[in-house]
Structure formats: structure tokens, C-alpha cells
């Protein structure tokens, strides 16, 4: 296997956009990041140096880490951070994957200036299932902040309000010409492209918490794969991608020159709770010479209404595994551990003496599953975990338990009235799993603050999608309409705004796993738990010792 090498320096950059100069954390002073494109089985070393004040770690989001758990990247679950002035080398191999997915630091928000394509290309004498592209483009979506994002959030969890919302969505770290003091070109986006081909748009949702609607005006796109895992074909005017997703969408430009330029816009579905950014990003789709026309101004893609459920619904659905003889659905048809998971905002409550801008202005804003709120442990928990069982000197602090929940602990009725209780719990809370154990989860939402979709993603694993629906999970009925011969393989989904999804995923992957809403916000108020999947029997069954650079903390 071929090894290669990327370094990150990790340091401050004025970056301006907006008409706004902001000193900002970068990786090599690119914004956005740089590339990383890889083949599937190669081995990737990136030294990643931290110059910077801020505390980092950088997550390999999508990437299946097969027993590398230590080079997973989330702080304070398999690492603790990157200090000022130290290094860590992230060392891990791509097995079985090919596709587009991203890096991105995960330590508090610095991910809404840390990010990045990773791209999987198939080995070197494998093509695609599908017509071979005449270019490749990655199309990253991401968020833009005149202010620091890292204290935005950090003054919310202080008053318990919501956060200040971005300044301004972008494409290739770009905010394009909707948007006031951006008319100077350099703002804008523009993909250039010759007439009669067929171009690869490797898009990749880096928002911090908004799901995105996506179009080119007068163009088609085909979906052909998800989270890097080939999918059935499908057209689509308009694509919905949630933070964490990834996909690749074939895009077939015109014979002739109907027009010279088109609009591509994306903003934001939402149906939640407060405030949300609903701006609009576009770049511009545009032809090479010769022109036929000049001065038309570009077309615009219509996009749904803001809170378009149906359209999220209906358009999630077409999504389903290519299933292939070269590249078949494993769907895992037995399960050994069932789990149901409700997923949703709640409440805890405002420190005495202090007032607190949360709901009825009483309390903080926090987020869950089955009712537990998961705050980070002072020591990374792999850490943790992996010296208690392979009996080293068991010194660290015991700042977890293992006894997360397997059913919610408060009702989370849909169809009824919302209980209103809305207080949840605090508890760093795991489920230990045996290795190879088949795992059923059904992710329920909640309407205790209102109902709203999450973007669920899972560390160390791709689950298969088995089935989704509106209202309450109903165990009795609804199994028995599970897809289990070709469901869309993923690490990131959307639990429905007022609905539930059901997940599978074989528990082949030694280590501490992180699962948890792609929504920043939601991620700092606590929606996230990790699964322990212990060692199996055989030697390559076992997660080896970490690096010995591993950061201490
Ligand atoms: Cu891309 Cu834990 O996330």
C-alpha cells in the first residue's frame, strides 16, 4: 500500500470576507483547508502542529477507522486535544472506502474554519460504476462568522441562549453576490465549464448547523453516491444535504449555450426552534467562450419553502445502497441488541443567582438522547477504556459509566400533547457492546421543544438506513416494512422533523465511538453518546496501543 504524507500546520490567518477582515484558525493558512486526496488502501500520515492559542484535534469524518480508533480525532473521546505548541500524527488506512468525505477539527466550533475535502479515489485499476467524469469538482458548503465562532458559542452555553446565528453561508469558503459588500468578484464562486460534458461535483455539507437545499439553475443533477458509498442513480433539481453528509452528483452540461451563466443557490431547511440563519449563498455556473449571450444576468434555481418536510422526505427515500455484484449491501439481517433512541432539545436548569436566556427565560438550552445530556470527560474516554481492560496502571479517573440508557426516560409523545417536562439529565454515559455484535437502533425525535430534524452521525461505522417514518416509532407495525436488501449505507442521517429513523450497523470496530447530531449547536448542548466495542478473540480482532505521541491531557 502506498503511504502518504500531508502536514497541517495549524496557525492564525486574517481571512476577509463580507467586507469583514477577521484573524482566524487555519490549516496551512488556506481557507477553506487544503485537499487531501487519497486512494482506497493507502495508508495517510498527517502531522498536524498546532501554532495556534486555541486547544485542536482533526477528525477524518466518514472514515471507517478500522481498528485505528486513536487516529479518530474527537476530543475527549479517542484523544485529548492538540496543545499550543505540540503535535500529533494521525496514522490510519483506507479500507474499503471510496468516495468523497471530509476533515474537520472537532474541538468546540473551530470546524467553522477548519475543514476540508477528503477525497477516496478507487484503487488505481478500478473505475466508477457510472460514466467517467471529464472533471472532478469539490462543492463545500460552510458557514461564515464575522465573529469568532468559538466565542459565539461559548457566551451561549454561559447565558443559556441560543447562539448567534452566521453572518453568511458560503460555497468554497465563498459568499457569493446575494449578500451585502460582496460585489467585489473575488466573493463569488464560479465553476467554469465547457458545453456537452459530464463533471463530478463532490459536495460535502461543512455547515455547522444548518441542512441545505442545493440547485443549478436549468441543470439536472444525478446522485450516484452517499458518505462514500455508491448509491442507485437518481435525478433531482434540487438536493438536500445535511452537516456531515457528503455526495457525489454528476452534473451534464448543455450541448449549446442556452445562456451563458446560472445561478447556484443553496439555503438552509429548517423547523426548529429560535433563530437560524436563512440567507442565501450563490455561485455561478458559468460557460466558457464563446458566449452567445453576454448580457443576460444568470438564471435562478427555484428552491423549496424554508421548512419543506415532504420534499426532505421524499427526496431521502430515492437514496438506496447501488447493491451490486462488485459492490453489494451487507445488510445485516439478524439483530442482536435493539436499542430506541429519542433525540431532541430539552432544558436543565439556570445556576442559582444568575439569570438565564433559555426557555422562559429560566432556564439553559440543552439537547439529548433518551434524556441524557453528555458532557465531555475530563480525560479522553478511549483512553480511559483501553487502559483499564489491557490492565495498565489503572490511574486515570473513572469519569464515565456504562449504563446509557437503552429506552428514553421521558415520554416523547408526537401525536398527543409535547410533555412538558422538558428537563434532561447530565451523564457521560456509554453502551458497551460486544465485538461483531449486529446493532439495531431506532432514532426517534422528540417534540419536548418542538420538532426538528437532526443530522445523527455515527463515528467508526457506515449504518444502513432500514427505515424511516412520520410520528411515533411504532415497533409492533413498522418493522416489518424494513428495507433490508438495499438501504443507503451512511455515517450521517437526517432523524426526521417529527418522525424516526431506524438504523443497523455490525460492531466490528474495536474502540470508543462517538454518536451524536451534526448540528454544532446541538453537539455543544450535549446530543451525543459513545458506543464501547470491546475487543474480539483474534489478534486483528483487537485495537493495538496508541501512538506514543498521543496527547496527554
Ligand atoms: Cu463530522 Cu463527530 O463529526
Request: proline share 9%.
Amino acid at each position: 500500500s502506498v503511504k502518504r504524507h500531508y502536514k497541517f500546520d495549524i496557525r492564525l490567518r486574517n481571512v476577509t470576507r463580507l467586507c469583514h477582515t477577521k484573524s482566524m484558525v487555519t490549516v496551512n493558512g488556506k481557507f477553506p483547508g487544503p485537499r487531501i486526496v487519497v486512494r482506497e488502501g493507502d495508508r495517510l500520515e498527517v502531522k498536524v502542529v498546532n501554532h495556534v492559542p486555541n486547544n485542536v484535534t482533526i477528525h477524518w469524518h466518514g472514515v471507517r477507522q478500522l481498528r485505528s480508533g486513536w487516529a479518530d480525532g474527537p476530543s475527549y473521546i479517542t484523544q485529548c486535544p492538540i496543545q499550543t505548541g505540540q503535535s500529533y500524527v494521525y496514522n490510519f488506512t483506507i479500507v474499503g472506502q471510496r468516495g468523497t468525505l471530509f476533515w474537520h477539527a472537532h474541538f468546540s466550533w473551530l470546524r467553522a474554519t477548519l475543514y476540508g475535502p477528503l477525497i477516496l479515489l478507487p484503487r488505481r485499476n478500478e473505475s466508477y460504476p457510472f460514466q467517467k467524469p471529464y472533471k472532478e469538482v469539490p462543492i463545500l458548503f460552510g458557514e461564515w462568522w464575522n465573529a469568532d465562532p468559538e466565542a459565539v458559542i461559548a457566551q451561549a452555553l454561559q447565558t443559556g441562549g441560543g447562539p448567534n446565528v452566521s453572518d453568511a453561508y458560503t460555497i468554497n469558503g465563498l459568499p457569493g453576490p446575494l449578500y451585502n459588500c460582496s460585489s467585489n468578484g473575488t466573493d463569488t464562486y464560479r465553476l467554469k465549464v465547457k458545453p456537452g460534458k459530464t463533471y463530478l461535483l463532490r459536495l460535502i455539507n461543512a455547515a455547522l448547523n444548518d441542512e441545505l437545499f442545493f440547485s443549478i439553475a436549468n441543470h439536472t443533477l444525478v446522485t450516484v453516491e452517499a458518505d462514500a458509498t455508491y448509491v442507485k442513480p437518481f435525478e433531482s433539481e434540487i438536493i438536500v444535504i445535511g452537516p456531515g453528509q457528503t455526495s457525489n452528483v454528476l452534473l451534464k452540461t448543455k450541448p449549446e449555450y442556452p445562456n451563458a451563466t446560472f445561478f447556484m443557490l443553496a439555503r438552509p431547511y429548517f423547523t426548529g426552534i429560535g433563530t437560524f440563519d436563512n440567507s442565501t449563498v450563490a455561485g455561478i455556473l458559468e460557460y466558457k467562450k464563446p458566449l452567445n449571450t453576454v448580457n443576460t444576468p444568470p438564471l435562478k434555481p427555484t428552491l423549496p419553502a424554508i421548512n419543506d418536510t415532504s420534499y426532505v422526505a421524499n427526496f431521502s427515500s430515492k437514496f438506496l445502497s447501488l447493491n451490486s455484484a462488485k459492490y453489494p449491501a451487507k445488510v445485516p439481517q439478524k439483530v442482536d441488541k435493539s436499542f430506541f433512541f429519542t433525540v431532541g432539545l430539552g432544558t436543565s436548569p439556570c445556576p442559582k443567582n444568575q439569570t438565564c436566556q433559555g426557555p422562559n427565560n429560566s432556564s439553559k438550552f440543552a439537547a439529548s438522547m433518551n434524556n441524557i445530556s453528555f458532557p465531555l470527560p475530563s480525560i479522553a474516554l478511549l483512553q480511559q477504556h483501553f487502559f483499564r481492560h489491557a490492565n495498565y496502571n489503572n490511574n486515570g479517573p473513572n469519569s464515565y459509566t456504562t449504563d446509557f440508557p437503552a429506552l428514553p426516560l421521558m415520554p416523547f409523545n408526537y401525536t398527543g400533547t409535547p410533555p412538558n417536562n422538558t428537563r434532561v439529565s447530565n451523564g457521560t454515559k456509554t453502551v458497551v457492546i460486544p465485538f461483531n455484535t449486529s446493532v439495531q437502533v431506532v432514532l426517534q425525535d422528540t417534540s419536548i421543544l418542538g420538532a426538528e430534524s437532526h443530522p445523527l452521525h455515527l463515528h467508526g461505522f457506515n449504518f444502513y438506513v432500514v427505515g424511516q417514518g412520520f410520528g411515533n416509532f411504532n415497533p409492533n407495525t413498522d418493522p416489518s416494512n424494513f428495507n433490508l436488501v438495499d438501504p443507503v449505507e451512511r455515517n450521517t442521517v437526517g432523524v426526521p422533523s417529527g418522525g424516526w429513523v431506524a438504523i443497523r450497523f455490525l460492531a466490528d470496530n474495536p474502540g470508543v465511538w462517538l454518536m451524536h447530531c451534526h448540528f454544532d449547536v446541538h453537539l455543544s448542548w450535549g446530543l451525543r453518546m459513545a458506543w464501547i466495542v470491546e475487543d474480539g478473540k483474534l489478534p486483528n480482532q483487537k485495537l493495538p496501543p496508541p501512538p506514543a505521541d498521543l496527547p496527554k491531557c
